[in-house]
C-alpha cells in the first residue's frame, strides 16, 4: 500500500508498506479522507516526545471497512465509518469515572501505532463508529478535532453560558472552538491571529469579529466590540507567551481563560492577579467517548461544516503541505489529504 511516512525532522516520504494484518478484536480501514492536525505539524519537525519515526502519522480519519477479525461482531464490511483514535485501558480510576482522555495508559493511533496517512490503517474495532453515506467523509474526519474543541468550550461555558468569548488562533482548533462556542450561546465571539488570510477564512465560516493582533489594537477592539462588558471566557488555542499572557490582561473578573493549545510549555503567570480577580484557568485535553460521540452528533446535523475553510490535497502533495503549515503559507484553516 501507499503511505506516507515521516521518517525524520521536517521529512515526508512516500513509501510502499504492507497492508496490516489485523488481529481478532481489529478491523482494516481503508482510508478515503484524513485531516492534518497542528500537533503532527510539531511532531514533522520533532517538536513532540512522543512520536518516533519512522512513523505514519494521522489520526483524524474517515474512510471503510473492508476487513474484520474474527472477533467482531457490531460492524460489517462496506460501512463508512470514523475512528476515535484515543485507546483507553477501560479500567483505571480515570477510565471508571469517565475521562478516559487522562487513562495513563492511554494510547493514541497515528502516534503510539500506525495512523492513516495511508491507504490502509487497523485500528480496534471498538473505537469505530458508522457514519451515514449522507454525510463526506471530509466532513466526518472532523469528529476528532471538534470533539477536542467541544470538550474545551462547553467546559468553559459551564461558568458563563452567554459570555462574550475570545479565541486565540485561527487554525482549525481555534476555527471549530469558536463555532461550538456559538452553538452552546455564546453572546459575541472575538478571534485573534495574526494571519489576515486565516482571519477571513474565520469569517467567512461564521465568526464575526475576526482581529489581527499584529496590526490592531486589541483592547479598545474589545472595548468596542463588547460595548465595555468585556471577555468571560477566553479559549487560548495557540499556546505560546504572549497570548497567555495577555489572556490575563483581558479576561474579566471571575472570568474563565480555557487552555488547549500545546504551543509551549513553561509560562510565567500572574498569580497575585488571579487570586485577586477569582479568574479561572483550565486545561483541556482530547476528549472522552461522550465528547466523541456528540460532536459526531453535530457533523451529522449539519450543525459543522467544513465548507469554506479547508482544502484538499493528494496524499503525494503531504509534505509540501506540511512545508507550506509550517512557513503559514496556507489561508485556510484544514488541509485533509485524499487517500
Same mark, same amino acid.
Given at each position: 500500500?501507499?503511505?506516507?511516512?515521516?521518517?525524520?525532522?521536517?521529512?515526508?516520504?512516500?513509501?510502499?508498506?504492507?497492508?496490516?494484518?489485523?488481529?481478532?478484536?481489529?478491523?482494516?480501514?481503508?482510508?478515503?479522507?484524513?485531516?492534518?492536525?497542528?500537533?503532527?505539524?510539531?511532531?514533522?519537525?520533532?517538536?513532540?516526545?512522543?512520536?518516533?519515526?519512522?512513523?505514519?502519522?494521522?489520526?483524524?480519519?474517515? =474512510?471503510? #471497512?473492508?476487513? +474484520?477479525?474474527?472477533? &467482531? *461482531?457490531?460492524?460489517?464490511?462496506? @460501512? %463508512? /465509518?470514523?475512528?476515535?483514535? !484515543?485507546?483507553?485501558?477501560?479500567?483505571?480510576?480515570?477510565?471508571?469515572?469517565?475521562?478516559?482522555?487522562?487513562?495513563?495508559?492511554?494510547?493514541?493511533?497515528?502516534?503510539?501505532?500506525?495512523?492513516?496517512?495511508?491507504?490502509?490503517?487497523?485500528?480496534?474495532?471498538?473505537?469505530?463508529?458508522?457514519?451515514?453515506?449522507?454525510?463526506?467523509?471530509?466532513?466526518?474526519?472532523?469528529?476528532?478535532?471538534?470533539?477536542?474543541?467541544?470538550?474545551?468550550?462547553?467546559?468553559?461555558?459551564?461558568?458563563?453560558?452567554?459570555?462574550n468569548?475570545?479565541?486565540?488562533?485561527? =487554525?482549525? #482548533?481555534?476555527? +471549530?472552538?469558536?463555532? &461550538? *462556542?456559538?452553538?452552546?450561546?455564546? @453572546? %459575541? /465571539?472575538?478571534?485573534?491571529? !495574526?494571519?489576515?488570510?486565516r482571519l477571513?477564512?474565520?469569517?467567512?465560516?461564521?465568526?464575526?469579529?475576526?482581529?489581527?493582533?499584529?496590526?490592531?489594537?486589541?483592547?479598545?477592539?474589545?472595548?468596542?466590540?463588547t460595548?465595555?462588558?468585556?471577555?468571560?471566557?477566553?479559549?487560548?488555542?495557540?499556546?505560546?507567551?504572549?497570548?497567555?499572557?495577555?489572556a490575563?490582561?483581558?479576561?474579566?473578573?471571575?472570568?474563565?481563560?480555557?487552555?488547549?493549545?500545546?504551543?509551549?510549555?513553561?509560562?510565567?503567570?500572574r498569580?497575585?492577579?488571579l487570586?485577586?480577580?477569582?479568574?479561572?484557568?483550565?486545561?483541556?485535553?482530547?476528549?472522552?467517548?461522550?465528547?466523541?460521540?456528540?460532536?459526531?452528533?453535530?457533523?451529522i446535523?449539519?450543525?459543522?461544516?467544513?465548507?469554506?475553510?479547508?482544502?484538499?490535497?493528494?496524499?503525494?502533495?503531504g509534505?509540501?503541505?506540511?512545508?507550506?503549515?509550517?512557513?503559514?503559507?496556507?489561508?485556510k484553516?484544514?488541509?485533509?489529504?485524499?487517500?
Amino acid at each position: 500500500m501507499k503511505a506516507l511516512v515521516w521518517t525524520a525532522p521536517s521529512t515526508m516520504e512516500i513509501q510502499q508498506r504492507d497492508i496490516p494484518v489485523i488481529k481478532p478484536e481489529e478491523v482494516l480501514i481503508q482510508v478515503e479522507a484524513v485531516g492534518i492536525c497542528g500537533s503532527e505539524i510539531e511532531g514533522f519537525l520533532g517538536h513532540n516526545s512522543l512520536r518516533k519515526p519512522p512513523l505514519i502519522m494521522g489520526h483524524e480519519f474517515c =474512510g471503510r #471497512i473492508v476487513e +474484520l477479525g474474527e472477533n &467482531v *461482531s457490531h460492524c460489517e464490511i462496506g @460501512n %463508512k /465509518v470514523v475512528v476515535n483514535p !484515543l485507546i483507553s485501558c477501560g479500567v483505571c480510576d480515570r477510565c471508571r469515572r469517565g475521562t478516559e482522555n487522562l487513562c495513563d495508559s492511554r494510547a493514541i493511533i497515528g502516534i503510539h501505532r500506525s495512523g492513516s496517512f495511508a491507504e490502509y490503517v487497523a485500528v480496534p474495532a471498538s473505537s469505530v463508529h458508522t457514519v451515514p453515506e449522507s454525510i463526506s467523509a471530509y466532513r466526518a474526519a472532523l469528529a476528532e478535532p471538534l470533539a477536542c474543541c467541544l470538550r474545551a468550550a462547553r467546559r468553559a461555558a459551564a461558568l458563563h453560558p452567554f459570555a462574550n468569548v475570545l479565541i486565540y488562533g485561527a =487554525g482549525a #482548533i481555534g476555527l +471549530l472552538s469558536g463555532l &461550538v *462556542s456559538k452553538i452552546l450561546g455564546a @453572546n %459575541k /465571539v472575538i478571534m485573534l491571529d !495574526l494571519n489576515d488570510e486565516r482571519l477571513a477564512t474565520a469569517q467567512a465560516a461564521g465568526i464575526e469579529f475576526a482581529v489581527n493582533s499584529n496590526n490592531q489594537d486589541v483592547p479598545a477592539r474589545v472595548k468596542e466590540i463588547t460595548a465595555d462588558k468585556g471577555i468571560d471566557v477566553i479559549i487560548d488555542a495557540a499556546g505560546f507567551l504572549p497570548t497567555r499572557t495577555q489572556a490575563f490582561e483581558l479576561v474579566n473578573p471571575d472570568g474563565v481563560i480555557m487552555n488547549i493549545g500545546l504551543g509551549i510549555d513553561e509560562t510565567p503567570l500572574r498569580i497575585n492577579h488571579l487570586i485577586r480577580s477569582e479568574i479561572t484557568v483550565l486545561g483541556s485535553f482530547c476528549y472522552t467517548k461522550q465528547d466523541f460521540h456528540d460532536a459526531l452528533e453535530l457533523l451529522i446535523a449539519g450543525k459543522i461544516s467544513e465548507e469554506g475553510w479547508s482544502e484538499i490535497r493528494s496524499i503525494e502533495e503531504g509534505q509540501l503541505a506540511f512545508h507550506e503549515l509550517v512557513a503559514g503559507q496556507v489561508g485556510k484553516s484544514k488541509i485533509f489529504l485524499n487517500i
